[in-house]
């Protein structure tokens, strides 16, 4: 698997091309928050757009593939705010916004009608970024959505769609993962620590909140614990779902190199195509969360090394680097779109 994503890897490096449309103006396109929550859509718009990107076509008629550069996460800052009446959140003007740009770029360019919109992707971090085609579908049904929210009950399609990791972008510099301990200096089982919201986060406060020592769930950090630290001292690294089912603990989990424990309906894993997995995390359903000691004490120590090393060895495929670099966040995310493109020909759809 790692030789088969070296030479794809490589491949995308020498071939892939893309191209952003230049149309449009701040805050609602090129633009979007760079750092927290909505942080890895900014600076994968950023990065698409940089003028040294070697993906970066010097011409339209060279590009495998279009960028649509509106941000969910602005248009929403922008648009929306302040809602105060439950009215005030119906998307019709987020979809309109969208609707409207095709719809420029089509009448200016060909390059959207000749594929009915099948070389052409967007990128959103936010909650709403899968409802930008609801009530499209006809339209839409092509385009590749980069998505954080890779809910396949709301309309994500793995197939043609693609899964973006939610990374928690610090406000200082990027930096290296924190390694976190060795195996052997890692003393509790699991852990959690988060708010409470969604339909499975309830539940798993319910049954462990503050009740095991191995198993530590907090939905606030008593005074004096660090989350990043305990992290590091953790085997297994709770990590259910919120409002949502993408949540920034699988990528925290994976830069502490504490074994990811999935608690999610639906959701679609980042570079599922290419990474496996379950080499390196465990997934357990909802209704098993009260069994989730006696699941995770039942692993094999050895085994549980073995993951904790391959936790090691993907972490590189969720660093954030600006500029990108071969095999990190943002390239994996580019070769997942590059294997959608060279899958699909002009005239296909």
Not at 23 to 50: A, K, T, V, W
Not at 154 to 159: A, D, L, Q, S, V
Request: net charge neutral; charged share 25%; with cysteine.
């Amino acid at each position: 698997m790692i030789m088969m994503i070296c030479r794809s890897h490589i491949e995308m490096m020498k071939r892939f091309k893309m191209w952003s449309y230049k149309e449009g103006e701040h805050p609602l396109l090129h633009l979007c928050p760079m750092n927290r929550i909505n942080g890895i859509e900014g600076q994968f718009i950023d990065e698409i757009e940089r003028e040294e990107s070697p993906f970066r076509a010097t011409h339209p008629d060279e590009a495998h593939i279009f960028f649509l550069p509106f941000s969910v996460a602005n248009i929403v800052h922008y648009v929306y705010r302040p809602i105060n009446r439950k009215e005030d959140y119906h998307r019709d003007h987020l979809q309109r916004i969208a609707m409207d740009y095709i719809g420029v770029v089509a009448h200016k360019y060909p390059y959207w009608n000749r594929s009915n919109g099948a070389d052409h992707f967007m990128a959103s971090c936010h909650d709403w970024g899968p409802q930008i085609s609801l009530g499209q579908s006809e339209l839409l049904k092509n385009f590749i959505r980069v998505l954080c929210n890779a809910n396949t009950s709301e309309g994500f399609e793995p197939k043609r769609d693609v899964s973006l990791p939610e990374v928690l972008v610090p406000s200082e510099k990027l930096g290296r993962p924190n390694f976190g301990q060795a195996p052997h200096n890692r003393r509790i089982l699991a852990f959690f620590a988060g708010g409470v919201h969604g339909l499975i986060r309830p539940i798993l406060l319910h049954h462990w909140k503050d009740k095991d020592n191995e198993v530590q769930v907090h939905e606030t950090l008593p005074e004096g614990m660090n989350y990043t630290a305990l992290m590091g001292q953790s085997k297994f690294c709770l990590c259910p779902s919120g409002f949502e089912v993408a949540s920034p603990r699988v990528v925290e989990a994976i830069y502490a190199g504490c074994v990811p424990v999935i608690i999610s309906d639906h959701y679609t894993l980042p570079f599922s195509d290419v990474l496996n997995w379950s080499q390196f995390s465990i997934q357990i359903t909802v209704a098993k969360i009260p069994e989730i000691k006696t699941i995770l004490q039942e692993i094999p120590d050895e085994e549980y090394q073995k993951m904790q090393r391959r936790v090691l060895k993907v972490q590189r495929h969720f660093v954030l680097n600006r500029p990108a670099k071969p095999f990190d966040v943002i390239h994996m995310v580019l070769h997942s779109v590059w294997l959608r493109r060279i899958d699909f020909k002009i005239g296909s759809t």
